[in-house]
């Protein structure tokens, strides 16, 4: 079966085209859906199997990050989101996507922890970044998206409010990817390998489940080789699309 | 009026750090501290406690990092002064997405405002309370920009908008057919026209013919189309052009039949290339990308508004521009900016009256592009910054814009009776005479004006994206006929263009508005951002209705297409504006100028020979180190260049991410194929102060070369040109501008390139009080797109493996007028460089090279010459070079070996070939000069005889400034 992906759009969300290129070359077929539409039909989420939330700037972020698109997503149609959730299928949250996410409840387990409460905020340096990075997935996660992940993935990320703040230590099970060197190492990464100075280096963050992802970087923009910084360097590899075909083989094993 | 006022904290506080530094900049030490707060101001008179309690935890602030108070107010409760606050908010009717969204967000959660408004506190802390006269300091000069914003020393209330008041039907009339030429004048100096006698006689002219008054809306959309800005007048011109040589002989007099037609446009007829789609026509210029889509291309400036608030000015920019390319029915999918700064280490002192400090410029500017073309998801890819003392007063802002669309997918075509639909922003009283305004010098007193704040707006690139998906949709289903932006002037602009050939009727009570209280014609000038036109039959109206309503943009359907070659503007039916379309395109009297050029005072310069102990390392570290050369890394990273997932060459390359690129390569989402395109420019104000005829050749080969260097086919080659210039009316400045056209048509020619679109922003001079004119050097911006035929065969510029062998293709002459030499030390030559002889064909060569896959690495020589480049492609490879001057092609001029590694001659690349390849490529560049002058190692030495250097040292050098220039760098 080919999975169906929906791809969330929404006034402001800019990168619905490369997520829905990203899922196509994984094998998923995809469609750029606008809110409006799922506003006004909320049951169709029930004809997909994977949701990608991509980045952009909704509505202006103008009332902090993601902030009016989370009270979208936790409001109108926020039971059909949860029970899709519930049910197993796999969420994928990007950039503006995992700032929503994260604000809209629908990964629990980091945004509100047994002492307090994680959040994304103004990257550590101040203002908006553009630079490639490398993630390391965390192989004791269950994330359904990044668990069987071959190798690290270099990918850029284009933030300014990108910082995991979190008032407790959040759960090695919870930490999906983190931001490492370039050769890999974990220990002491600083500015600009971790770019934004979230807490314990972390890139991305899942539920208990495994099922819903939320990552600050762009997989979508390393589908193929030319879009590698140093790919005239003969440098290769560290692709973003393995994540974006585990998560359409994970959909395409829940069947309908 | 009763609001809430709520405060949001962050938790734990924390230190404004470049406001402090700022402040401390301008001389306000004793202040040790900020703390920023945000502030909301919501009123609706139900709004109950839980309603507010629901806000500030839901909306307003986030709990895990900040803190939220609110209190109950009055806007009647007389206000205290605090000698430790300073409150800022923007002024009523200066857009506000914010505010905006708060209302929203309200009703998402069932709470109705009817007003909200943001602000910000600043708490200083100081050991003792600051003076009075220091506070208010502190506010203009660092927290708070009047143009847009106000402040207050203490606690403020809202600046909620007003209720109208007055008439607002109030049509002005002006007999002019009564006034004398003096009388004429003084109305065109009250209506801040900007219209000469010649063109208001005219006017008069016409209004005796009609036998009736004209109405204030009439002369403000005639002297809106007639604006230099939108009409081009000076580069319409006849000109009487003088040339006077070193002894003040006149050595050539000229007839000019009009910049534009003499000498650009000349230039594409003379190159006849059957893959040009659209010149001068549209809002861009348009070629063919490949069988199924065309790529267009266009680049503006935004120079007036951003002097005075630097973020709104480059802000609205970056929208402008992008929606010129929307409105030739095109995706956008790349922005370009090119900025123009005074130093950034400037005296305060220094600074003058009425201007903003340039990092004050600077920041604001950088800040308001990426704002926008990040919001917009389109990447910002190219671009440099230029800084010279003659931009002080006077920033330059060229933003460009590339958009991709389905062949024969842009159709311009207005039919009788299709209807007149405005889609997008909503109509206020921002942006009024942004045309004349930008016609005009800027003075010491621009700044505190009305004139200004009008003429300076905030932009909403959200509303443009939004506005783009309807657009898209609607030209992919085919729903309109014809379509253009609303820029400068407004709907009296766009209206007017696009019923050029018909004629229309507009009525003015069916604009949606962003408030109450617009006078008709204010209505019709305003030039309030993100708003496009469309022609749409009838039969399709509903459509774009649905299409609309899907995408949460306002939509207005404002007239209809007439046929009666009239343009009628109606308020509830009276007329406003009745005006022939004759009169406002066909009858502007054509200006007759005059210009002369002399050269430039005998500039004293040294033979290079001549200066004792010049060390040649320490002139490559120097170079490296002027910010005109050095890394720019903070300014581009703050700036989206990946969205889009299409970019191939990125601004940095190399194998620490960060040597300068040549030029981008794009590789389009959409496009079937590999097939691309490489974007560069070509800018140097430094030599156009010497001569402005070779400024333009050199600022056209150095974006062939650019384009070039990343595999760009210069047979596909087009370019646009922007001339920033000083005031148009004073012969000499027009003088070197026509200079500049003279050598844009020599150097397009040679290389058999077409222009495809240009711009040209004029009066950019300071008139100081007692009359002194401060105008910018002349500035001429050559932006350059190329088809690169496989983007995987693209090249950068790194050095890429020891072993390696390097060579240099053109040929090094004795051209030092403007160069790094002659500015850091005044050695060299006052010979600006020129055209080289191998024109296009060398460039076709060195494309073939790349194509044929025999060029690891290539680097375009400009600032700084050999030396500077090949220190730029060991720094970004991290490895070394080593270089034999001897080996060098020079000309017989050429004597010392200095000249050789610092000289600017144009038409040089440094190229990497693998030893194995080194046969085919010279084989391949046969006939050119070209020469094998060294070898990539593994040493980590940039060795240039006499230069040894290793690359940390280079590299330190080259990132200096960029260390400075990021927040919390000082200078």
């Given at each position: 079966m080919t999975p169906r992906a929906l791809i969330l759009h929404a006034s402001g969300i800019n990168r619905d085209h490369e997520a829905a290129w990203a899922c196509e070359r994984a094998g998923a077929r995809p469609d750029i859906v606008h809110i409006s539409a799922l506003r006004n039909d909320p049951r169709m989420l029930g004809d997909y199997q994977l949701l990608v939330v991509a980045g952009g700037f909704s509505y202006g972020d103008a009332l902090g990050a993601g902030k009016r698109l989370a009270l979208e997503l936790s409001g109108s149609f926020g039971d059909a989101l949860h029970s899709f959730a519930d049910e197993g299928r796999p969420i994928l949250g990007i950039c503006n996507g995992f700032q929503a996410l994260i604000k809209s409840g629908l990964l629990p387990e980091v945004q509100r922890n047994l002492t307090g409460g994680a959040t994304l905020t103004h990257n550590a340096g101040g203002h908006f970044e553009c630079r490639w990075v490398t993630l390391v997935p965390n192989e004791s996660s269950p994330c359904v998206f990044t668990r069987e992940l071959a190798e690290p993935i270099d990918c850029p990320i284009a933030h300014g409010e990108g910082r995991l703040a979190s008032t407790a230590e959040i759960d090695?099970?919870?930490?999906a990817l983190r931001y490492a060197d370039p050769d890999r190492s974990l220990n002491d990464t600083k500015y600009p390998a971790n770019p934004n100075g979230s807490v314990q280096n972390i890139a991305g963050v899942c539920n208990e489940r495994g099922n819903v992802l939320g990552l600050m970087p762009h997989p979508e923009d390393h589908i193929v080789p030319w879009q590698h910084p140093r790919w005239t360097r003969g440098e290769g590899g560290r692709l973003g699309l393995p994540l974006f075909e585990a998560g359409v083989r994970y959909a395409a094993g829940l069947g309908r | 009026m009763r609001y809430a006022r709520i405060e949001v904290t962050p938790d734990p506080l924390v230190s404004a750090t470049s406001l402090r530094q700022t402040a401390h900049e301008v001389g306000i030490t004793a202040l040790d501290d900020l703390h920023h707060h945000k502030l909301f101001f919501v009123a609706h008179p139900d709004l109950s406690d839980d309603d507010v309690d629901t806000l500030c935890r839901e909306v307003l602030s986030d709990p895990v990092i900040e803190t939220v108070t609110w209190r109950w107010r009055d806007t009647a409760e007389a206000l205290r002064d605090a000698d430790d606050r300073v409150e800022v908010q923007v002024l009523p009717g200066v857009t506000d997405r914010t505010a905006a969204e708060v209302r929203r967000a309200a009703e998402q959660l069932g709470i109705d405002l009817t007003h909200s408004a943001t602000g910000h506190r600043y708490d200083l802390v100081s050991p003792t309370p600051l003076h009075e006269t220091t506070r208010h300091e502190l506010a203009k000069r660092v927290l708070c920009n009047e143009v847009v914003e106000r402040y207050r020393l203490g606690e403020d209330h809202p600046a909620f908008i007003g209720e109208a008041d007055g008439d607002t039907s109030l049509v002005e009339r002006f007999d002019l057919a009564g006034l004398d030429d003096d009388g004429l004048v003084a109305l065109g100096q009250e209506r801040q026209l900007a219209l000469n006698i010649d063109e208001l006689g005219v006017l008069r002219d016409f209004a005796r013919h009609q036998g009736r008054a004209l109405t204030d809306a009439e002369l403000e959309m005639v002297a809106q189309t007639w604006s230099e800005h939108c009409y081009h007048k000076t580069f319409r011109a006849e000109i009487s052009y003088r040339e006077y040589d070193d002894a003040g002989e006149l050595v050539r007099t000229e007839t000019v039949d009009g910049l534009l037609k003499q000498y650009i446009r000349a230039a594409t007829e003379a190159c006849s290339k059957d893959w040009i789609v659209s010149a001068f026509v549209d809002n861009a210029g348009i070629i063919e990308f490949d069988d199924e889509f065309v790529v267009s291309f266009k680049a503006e400036t935004h120079n007036h508004p951003s002097a005075l608030e630097p973020f709104g000015g480059a802000n609205t920019g970056v929208g402008g521009v992008i929606r010129d390319v929307i409105g030739v029915s095109a995706k956008p999918i790349a922005v370009t900016d090119v900025l123009c700064f005074g130093p950034q280490d400037l005296p305060f002192d220094a600074l003058p009256e009425g201007t903003l400090h340039p990092r004050r410029v600077q920041a604001g500017v950088v800040a308001g592009v990426g704002d926008y073309g990040n919001k917009m998801g389109v990447p910002t890819v190219n671009g440099t910054v230029v800084y010279h003392p003659g931009y002080v007063a006077n920033p330059l802002v060229y933003c460009g814009c590339v958009g991709l669309a389905p062949k024969n997918s842009h159709v311009t075509n207005p039919h009788i009776g299709d209807r007149i639909v405005v889609l997008g922003g909503l109509t206020g009283r921002d942006g009024l005479r942004g045309a004349t305004f930008s016609s005009r010098d800027l003075g010491s007193e621009s700044s505190g004006t009305d004139i200004a704040s009008t003429a300076v707006q905030i932009g909403d690139p959200i509303v443009e994206k939004d506005v783009m998906e309807v657009i898209l949709a609607a030209r992919d289903q085919g729903l309109y006929n014809a379509i253009t932006d609303c820029g400068a002037g407004g709907l009296s602009s766009a209206i007017g263009e696009m019923a050029s050939g018909l004629g229309a009727h507009v009525e003015l009570h069916n604009v949606g508005l962003k408030y109450a209280g617009l006078l008709p014609w204010e209505i019709w000038l305003s030039e309030a951002q993100e708003r496009m036109v469309l022609s749409v039959s009838p039969d399709k109206l509903d459509q774009v209705r649905v299409l609309c309503e899907h995408y949460g943009v306002h939509c207005d359907v404002v007239g209809e297409m007439t046929g009666t070659g009239r343009m009628l503007v109606t308020y509830g039916g009276d007329p406003v504006v009745d005006l022939p379309m004759d009169l406002l395109h066909e009858g502007h009297p054509r200006m007759r100028l005059e210009a002369e050029w002399r050269p430039p005072r005998e500039v004293s310069v040294k033979q290079v020979e001549d200066v004792p102990d010049l060390d040649a390392s320490d002139l490559l570290l120097r170079f490296l180190a002027d910010p005109n050369v050095a890394s720019k890394e903070y300014i581009v990273r703050s700036y989206d260049h990946e969205v889009q997932g299409g970019t191939v060459v990125k601004p940095f390359t190399g194998a620490h991410n960060h040597g300068p690129s040549d030029a981008a390569v794009l590789r389009p989402l959409g496009t079937k194929g590999l097939r691309g395109i490489a974007l560069g420019n070509g800018i140097n104000p430094h030599y156009g102060e010497l001569d402005p005829y070779a400024m333009a050749l050199s600022a056209v080969d150095e974006a062939v070369r650019n384009v070039v260097a990343v595999g760009g086919d210069p047979d596909r080659l087009a370019i646009l040109d922007n001339f920033c210039w000083g005031n148009p009316r004073l012969p000499d400045r027009l003088g070197s501008l026509v200079r500049a056209a003279q050598g844009c048509w020599a150097a397009a020619t040679a290389f058999d390139l077409p222009f495809i679109s240009g711009k040209d922003s004029l009066n950019n001079e300071y008139v100081a009080a007692d009359g002194t004119r401060r105008p910018i050097p002349g500035t001429l911006l050559i932006s350059a797109l190329a088809i690169v035929p496989d983007v995987t065969l693209a090249v950068t510029m790194d050095a890429k493996a020891a072993g390696n062998l390097i060579y240099i293709v053109g040929e090094t002459k004795n051209e030092f007028g403007g160069s790094l030499m002659m500015q850091h030390i005044g050695a060299g030559n006052a010979v600006v460089p020129g055209l080289a002889e191998g024109g296009v064909g060398v460039a076709r060569a060195l494309h073939r090279a790349i194509t044929g896959q025999l060029v690891r690495a290539c680097h375009d020589l400009s600032e700084g010459g050999l030396a500077v480049a090949a220190a730029e492609m060991a720094i970004a490879g991290a490895l070394g070079l080593r270089i034999d001057p001897g080996k060098v092609p020079v000309s017989d001029d050429v004597s010392h070996p200095l000249e050789i590694l610092f000289s600017e001659s144009n038409g040089r690349w440094l190229v990497e070939v693998a030893p194995e390849q080194a046969g085919a490529f010279e084989a391949a560049l046969s006939g050119y000069p070209v020469a094998q002058c060294g070898e990539v190692t593994e040493g980590g030495r940039l060795e240039l005889s006499p230069i040894d250097l290793p690359i940390d040292r280079l590299d330190t050098a080259w990132q200096r400034f960029n260390r400075l220039n990021t927040p919390g760098g000082t200078l």
């Open positions: 090695d099970r919870y930490i | -």
